[in-house]
């Protein structure tokens, strides 16, 4: 049943790097793709969402990268931070009622 | 209040009991979803409402997952004969758009239910 396949698992990643974490998804109806953080024992949060009609979109060190033809998507965290060390969910949803989520990363920045 | 309120954040069942665990969404927030999150997996889609109504509940995994939202505002989802498996934390999030809107989904704690 998962719609969204997410990858790595986990991952470390030294102070200043770029950590990347991809998903690839089935439903071509699917027109929201949002990114998540979660810190533990916390709810997961909004941290950066793309519609398919544009291939990127960067708020501050966050960009993600779409690419519609392969059904990938892409979250860049550049200049890690240890304060970044978090999971993350990638997320699709059609009309924004049924959102289904990756099965997450665990990043951890290295100071 | 400032963001979704679930209670109880934490509840130890024995296999069998019934359980019942509260949402208060953001006020004014017109959908409410609930989500079940295994220990590291991502969340899961169970339900959700617009206003009071019950427009979707295929994620539900049994009848023995009962959703309400009877007033538009609070929420309860409730477990019967609770099992082992039923073991996660429940996840509630609101969003201010209806159904024709993608909103950005604003998610409680989360209850953490054990199952002995």
């Known amino acids: 049943q998962q719609q969204v396949k997410q990858s790595p698992q986990s991952l470390i990643v030294q102070k200043g790097g770029i950590s990347i974490i991809n998903c690839a998804y089935e439903?071509?109806?699917?027109?929201?793709f949002p990114w998540y953080q979660q810190f533990p024992g916390k709810g997961p949060a909004l941290l950066i969402a793309?519609?398919?009609?544009?291939s990127e979109k960067k708020e501050g060190r966050f960009t993600i990268s779409f690419n519609k033809s392969a059904k990938q998507f892409s979250l860049h965290i550049m200049d890690s931070q240890p304060g970044d060390s978090a999971t993350y969910f990638c997320a699709a949803s059609k009309g924004g009622n049924d959102m289904r989520f990756g099965a997450g990363t665990r990043l951890t920045v290295k100071p | 209040g400032a963001g979704v309120s679930q209670s109880p954040r934490y509840k130890v069942a024995k296999r069998g009991q019934d359980v019942a665990l509260r949402c208060d969404p953001i006020?004014?927030?017109?959908?409410l979803f609930w989500y079940q999150q295994a220990l590291g997996q991502g969340p899961e889609f169970l339900t959700y409402f617009q206003n009071e109504a019950q427009l979707d509940k295929s994620g539900l995994p049994s009848d023995r997952f009962f959703a309400e939202r009877p007033e538009g505002s609070v929420s309860t989802l409730k477990i019967q004969r609770t099992q082992q498996e039923d073991s996660a934390v429940y996840l509630c999030?609101?969003?201010?758009?209806?159904?024709?809107?993608?909103?950005?989904?604003?998610f409680g704690e989360g209850s953490r239910l054990t199952v002995l």
């Open positions: 006020s004014g927030h017109v959908s």
């Open positions: 439903n071509t109806a699917f027109d929201y």
């Open positions: 999030a609101s969003s201010s758009r209806g159904a024709m809107g993608t909103g950005e989904l604003f």
């Open positions: 793309i519609r398919p009609d544009v």
